[in-house]
């Protein structure tokens, strides 16, 4: 998917079920830039909603504790 703008994005994710938590700013040393990033949270009421309407590489039932990452 390509979007124009980040708020694009913002929106779509909002589509989905996703609000913005927070954002916060982050440094880069090496290009001297800083970095914006959103922090998001779903409200769900079953694991399959987690990666409901989201797409990256190969499809894979996501599980709680996969990864190391028991939170959501």
């Known amino acids: ?39 998001l949270e779903k409200m769900i009421t079953s694991d399959e909603q987690i990666v409901e309407g989201i797409s990256v590489g190969k499809p894979e039932k996501w599980k709680p504790g996969q990864n190391g990452d028991d939170m959501y």
């Open 1 to 39: 998917m390509k979007f124009n703008s980040i708020i694009d994005v913002l929106n779509y994710m909002s589509k989905l079920g996703w609000r913005v938590k927070d954002s916060y700013y982050i440094s880069d040393e090496v290009s001297k830039q800083k970095v914006l990033h959103y922090l």
